[in-house]
């Protein structure tokens, strides 16, 4: 499995970024995570791949908005009203397992990440 991520940037607070994950191969559960410097990696927003069921870190609900076009073996991370603390490295990541959550260490496959800049 490959991701491929694309998107980042840098925008001002309150502003808007989509991010897009192309992937490759088979994944089950699949979403986006994110890392700021001298942080932990967290789980931003998670699916299962073709379930409507979506999971999103406490503090990202009601501003971000995960989704996917499974035509374009494409997940995006539509990102509204950003804060500076939204900032840091955003990755995609997916997992073969039939439980999806947004645990970091239950991913298997990463991408390079895409840099997110809110100033």
């Known amino acids: 499995v490959q991701l491929v991520e694309s998107g980042g940037g840098v925008v001002q607070a309150g502003g808007s970024l989509r991010l897009s994950c192309v992937a490759s191969?088979?994944?089950?559960?699949i979403g986006w995570f994110r890392q700021a410097p001298g942080k932990e990696r967290e789980g931003v927003a998670t699916f299962r791949g073709g379930s409507s069921r979506k999971f999103y870190a406490d503090s990202v609900k009601g501003r971000f908005t995960i989704s996917e076009d499974a035509a374009k073996d494409t997940v995006y991370l539509e990102m509204n009203s950003l804060k500076p603390e939204d900032s840091g490295m955003y990755y995609c990541?997916?997992?073969?397992?039939?439980?999806?959550?947004?645990?970091?260490?239950?991913?298997?496959?990463w991408g390079q990440g895409t840099q997110v800049t809110v100033s």
């Open positions: 191969g088979y994944t089950s559960c």
């Open positions: 990541a997916a997992d073969l397992r039939l439980s999806c959550s947004t645990r970091a260490g239950e991913y298997t496959f």
